[in-house]
């Protein structure tokens, strides 16, 4: 009887099937009836408990991990694989609103504790109850980054055994909608890249800025990056260097964008940092310099002024030259992407592509035309 007493009150020495036995027993003769959920929860605090004073780890149970210990080891793996900045960058974002929502809906702190049921509940409350600091609600892209950031710590936290588990496994990713890119049509970017006063400095400048934009497809990281010793003038292309893991390709250069940056660096001359397109000073242009230049063109061709941004430029290369007949593989090189999936998203038809190949192919039509 002693011994059957002391498993009452300490359910932990049964191990965990044990624990969630007598706890339901409990639940039921008190009438309450805890949820799975909070008994897995009670279970891994109780054995974070233990863990903290070295007895778990002799069982083979992972250590205890805090979440600033957790997000630690991840950045630092992050740093260690050489990602971009860019990539470092957004890992910090969404583990940050990842904590913030975590407390917002009553979770444990640290991830030893963290049930499929809190997750689901983070990502209810970022999907009906978060907003921007705009006071708008959180896009579907802002959601899924934070799922898939969360899925990649857990992940790593699980193989390097800081967690016996991932909990994340069972919990559905949120839906995110497909959205059509937005490009340019032909006689867009004409009027477009003819906006620029050519005569001046600045409008020389980004001309020719413009051209190699929608001639190459460069992002924009890569445009403000590009150097002197970049453009090979004899093979007609550009050395690219993407922000994503350092790696290079090269990219052609067509001829009336060759011709446009040639002016171009004639009439700039020399700058001290060797940038292809400089600031006046000879230092590297902004993000926003470049996206205010593009909607102030966009406003003189009279475009409209959602649809110009600069990473409208790279979907209008990748629309433009599929149109006019470039192939898909040759397509992706020239972006820098690893696979097809990732180009699929730029090459999105259009609804007046969609209409012209089906009117050329409609089976009906060929019926009728057979009779």
Known sequence: MKGLEETKRRPDLLGSRGAAVAENRRGHSSGAG?????????????????????RGVQNGAAPRCTFDKAVREFMGSRRAMRCSPKTVKFYEHRIGALRRTLAAVGAPAEPCGWTPGDLRRVFQHLSEVARTRHGRPLSAATIHATFRATRTLLRFLTTEGLLPSNSLVGVAPPRTPEPLAHALTADEARRLLRAPNRRSWYGLRDAALLGVALDCGLRLSELTGLRDEDVCWEDTTVRVVSGKAGRERLVPVGRRARRLLGQWVRRRGDTPGGLVFPTRQGGRLAHRQIQRMV?????LAGLDPRRAHPHALRHSFATLYLRNGGDVESLRRCLGHRTHAMTARYVALQTADLVEAHAAVSPVDRLEEGR
């Open 34 to 54: 805890l949820a799975l959920e909070e008994r897995q929860r009670d279970f891994l605090a109780g054995r974070a408990r233990r863990d903290s004073d070295g």
């Open 295 to 299: 909607k102030r063109c966009a406003a």
